[in-house]
């Protein structure tokens, strides 16, 4: 069953990368992340309940509970327009908790899974920059992190799902954690250089945002004049006219 909610995990990280980049728009993404978050809310309860006491089941659904309340929190703050702070520094807390489910996979769990404990630690860095973007207002970070998501989504999660569901996993865990590692460094290190760099604003930097124009996508900041400013200019006008 966690395998499922792990596919579903990548179609809404792919989502919310895509938003990110300015491709899909904010309030559209908003019900995938309420459909995942309550999926991976609802799953690890079960697997929970289910489980009569056994502490590798328990300790295995515990972590599902940290993405599901992510994807519930976006989901409600895309619809409800709120701000995002308080996401991002929940995001710093499921980054530390990623660090320790990594060395829990690398050193405690039985059998060993290298590979997802590789996968634990590119979640760790991936919500981390969710922090970083949201928490610390750093926006520079925006489009970078938004790439970070879609290689998240479907390296970590919708690859390893079918590999899960098809048993094949368990046959090459030890060859997944290499490739990935190279990969998931690669994704993180090559594109950094090009993508970090504030989102190019909705009109060009000199230019007023007319009455009534649309909004920008979250995450990509517009241009607009100063209330002083504007008062200046309808001054200068009515005394030209």
Not at 166 to 195: C, D, I, Q
Request: proline content about 7%; some cysteine; overall charge neutral.
């Amino acid at each position: 069953m966690g395998a499922v909610g792990l596919l579903y995990v990548g179609a809404v990280l792919v989502v919310n990368g895509l938003m990110l980049l300015g491709r899909v728009d904010a309030r559209a993404a908003a019900p995938l992340n309420l459909f995942v978050g309550a999926l991976q809310v609802v799953t690890p309860t079960y697997l929970i309940i289910a489980s009569d006491g056994d502490p590798a089941t328990i300790l295995a659904a515990s972590g599902l509970y940290l993405f599901g309340f992510t994807y519930l929190y976006v989901g409600i703050n895309l619809l409800g327009n709120l701000d995002g702070t308080g996401l991002g520094w929940f995001s710093a807390f499921v980054a530390a908790c990623a660090l320790v489910y990594a060395g829990l996979q690398f050193f405690y769990v039985e059998p060993r899974d290298p590979g997802f404990g590789v996968i634990w630690l590119y979640w760790a860095v991936l919500w981390g920059l969710f922090f970083l973007v949201l928490g610390l207002r750093r926006e520079e970070l925006t489009r970078f992190t938004g790439l970070v998501a879609v290689v998240a989504g479907l390296l970590t999660a919708a690859a390893p799902a079918f590999l899960l569901l098809t048993g094949v996993w368990a046959e090459y865990t030890g060859v997944s954690a290499v490739v990935l590692a190279v990969v998931l460094t690669a994704s993180l290190v090559l594109p950094y250089p090009r993508l970090r760099g504030r989102p190019a604003p909705a009109v060009p930097p000199a230019a007023p945002v007319p009455d009534g124009a649309p909004e920008a996508p979250q995450g990509v900041p517009v241009a607009r004049e100063s209330s002083e400013h504007e008062a200046v200019r309808r001054t200068d006008t009515r005394s030209n006219g």
